[in-house]
Antibody, heavy 111, light 109 residues
Framework: EVQVVESGGGLIQPGGSLRLSCAAS????????MTWVRQVPGKGPEWVSI???????YYADSVTGRFTISRDNSKNTLFLQMNNLRVEDTAVYYC?????WGQGTLVTVSS | QAVVTQEPSLTVSPGGTVTLTCGSS?????????PYWFQQKPGQAPRTLIH???NKHSSTPARFSGSLLGGKAALTLSGALPEDEADYYC?????????FGTGTKVTVL
């Protein structure tokens, strides 16, 4: 079965760091376009970052310089390292390939 | 950052046809924006319906189709079913970064 499962969310204070993981099965994260999308409940989704199969990465202006996308091919896992977190980063974070979405992991940034 | 605009809401009759559009503040939408379309129902994660303008997921019902229409990306639903009532979002890529559309709430009534 093709699926992705996110983990690593939680409650963190402003200025803190978190690393989200996205474990894939049924396909290789190194051979597909992988993205992170976040969504505040009740609002539309916000595109966060993309990692191309060739290694090229891009970020939304709102997270550039603070977030880093990467992958571990041996573990078939995508990551999102989030540093200097802000209250406005609070959202459900989804991992998605071109066709498959996970169920999301909630990140809450609050003091 | 570009602004991607969709109709806020559309209503379609059961069995009817409706076309959702996705426009860009930077000009005409082309295949180079790699348009995506997603469906989201309450309490669920988004689901990919269309990628790269018109390519379907294997699970995308045949009644959904994607195209470019009048300088915009378009999603056409032909033969609407009650279960198609949902929010629909497009996504465009701008030489790297992506931007989601504002979303369309489709009511089947």
């Amino acid at each position: 079965e093709v699926q992705v499962v996110e983990s690593g969310g939680g409650l963190i204070q402003p200025g803190g760091s978190l690393r989200l993981s996205c474990a894939a099965s049924g396909f290789s994260v190194s051979s597909d376009i992988m993205t992170w999308v976040r969504q505040v409940p009740g609002k539309g989704p916000e595109w966060v970052s993309i990692l191309h199969s060739g290694g090229g990465a891009y970020y939304a202006d709102s997270v550039t310089g603070r977030f880093t996308i990467s992958r571990d091919n041996s573990k078939n896992t995508l990551f999102l390292q989030m540093n200097n977190l802000r209250v406005e980063d609070t959202a459900v974070y989804y991992c998605a390939s071109r066709l498959t979405w996970g169920q999301g992991t909630l990140v809450t940034v609050s003091s | 950052q570009a602004v991607v605009t969709q109709e806020p809401s559309l209503t379609v009759s059961p069995g009817g046809t409706v076309t959702l559009t996705c426009g860009s503040s930077t000009g005409a939408v082309t295949s180079g924006h790699y348009p995506y379309w997603f469906q989201q129902k309450p309490g669920q994660a988004p689901r990919t319906l269309i990628h790269d303008t018109s390519n379907k997921h294997s699970s995308t019902p045949a009644r959904f189709s994607g195209s470019l229409l009048g300088g915009k990306a378009a999603l056409t639903l032909s033969g609407a079913l009650p279960e198609d009532e949902a929010d629909y979002y497009c996504l465009l890529y701008y030489n790297g970064p992506g931007v989601f559309g504002t979303g369309t709430k489709v009511t089947v009534l």
